[in-house]
């Protein structure tokens, strides 16, 4: 391991996402957003999990910034919540919300740790989604104004933005199978929120430029590569199809390629979505790609499902002989290498920066600490591959790993650990586990720092 090192100035990171961590949700002004309201709805998340209190990171990001310091953390990457700002989404500034995120990046800055804001990471206002969310094209105006609002305020201190995280989540996921917030299912109005997202994302570029001086911004898209789940021509067109719908649907507009002519026109088949002018404004210069990658996909021809194919569950990938995770994927670091190749070659983005990747695993706290062997292996594994990918001239910047703390994972609760640090929910006392101090080792080599014996 020891000609696996990193280019000097690489960004060493940890990532995450404000209603994941930060709890306090009637403190200081906050509105209500839509992930208030669909976890306190019985049945949309494990055990009715809420993010009312999560890690209350919200009165205790003191200690949080203390455990980045030890961590020798370059960078830190946390999202803004909107309804924080604007608690009826647009319109009242609230300065207590504003006051907050300006105390987090003083502090930030003190500790010697760069911030890196991530605008919009789920949390709409729900007034927002009352007036018809990010299908109503209005959305892409509240979004600039919100944009305008935080840019002004902390980019004299912050250079580091990304305008929005994973819009094909909170986008298909959200509004087109309800199982996220706001818990919508019809894939066209989907789709159109997914084209009101990159706009928006377009028009927040502009904004960010305009306010912040030196400005590094750009968007983080989840991306996975898609493998045929067999040689055959059929699994061959399956894994097409889902390239087009899961990353080609993104940094297609994102890159100045536009949308994958066949899904825009399936998409647009019941209601035009994209104006003139749209597809120049969404593909508005960025100064890196952010990748959230956590596992490939591997797809299948299958006339039983809706578009004649399906991708290979868990049981499937089992049995094939491959390693899961506690949230049922597949561990192949390899997979994470062919992405960026591909991403390289196809769209040249002039910087990637990996925004989160990172494992679930049953955590156990044992005499005060956890033994996350697997996780160790799984982080270890992943950064060899990427040391590869970047000596091999991959413009690889940095990486950030999921997540700082074990938090609220959406549907799920509280009931996948994604942390290097443990959280006990009952005392929300921290616990760094054997991956912290294996990331702190590894960031202060910077090179993957060996597995334990
Ligand atoms: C990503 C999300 C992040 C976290 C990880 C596990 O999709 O961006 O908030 O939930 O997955």
New binding site residues.
Partial sequence: MTNQSFPRDFVWGAAT?SY?IEGAVNAGGRGPSIWDTFSHIPGNVALNHTGDVACDHYHRWREDIALMKQLGLGAYRFSIAWPRILPEGTGRVNPDGLRFYSDLVDGLLEAGITPWVTLY??DLPQPLEDRGGWPSREIVQAFVEYTDVVTRHLGDRVKHWITL??PH?FTFVGYGGGRHAPGRDDQFEAARASHHALLAHGEAMRVIRANVPGAVAGITL?MSKVYPATPSEPDAQAAAIVDASLNRWFAGPVFGQGYPPELLAFYQSQGEFVKPGDMQTIAAPVDFLGI?N?FPIYATADPRQPHGLSTLTPEELAAAGHTLTEMGWPVVPQGLVDLLIDLHETYRPAALYIT?N?A?FADELSEGAVHDARRVQYLHDHLSALADVTAGGVPLRGYFV??LLDNF??GHGYTKR?GIVYMDYETLRRIPKDSYHWYRQTVANNQPAPLAE
């Fill in positions: 996402a994941q990471h789920w995280n994973e989540v989840n959230n956590y989160e990172g679930a999921w997540s994972e959406w994604f």
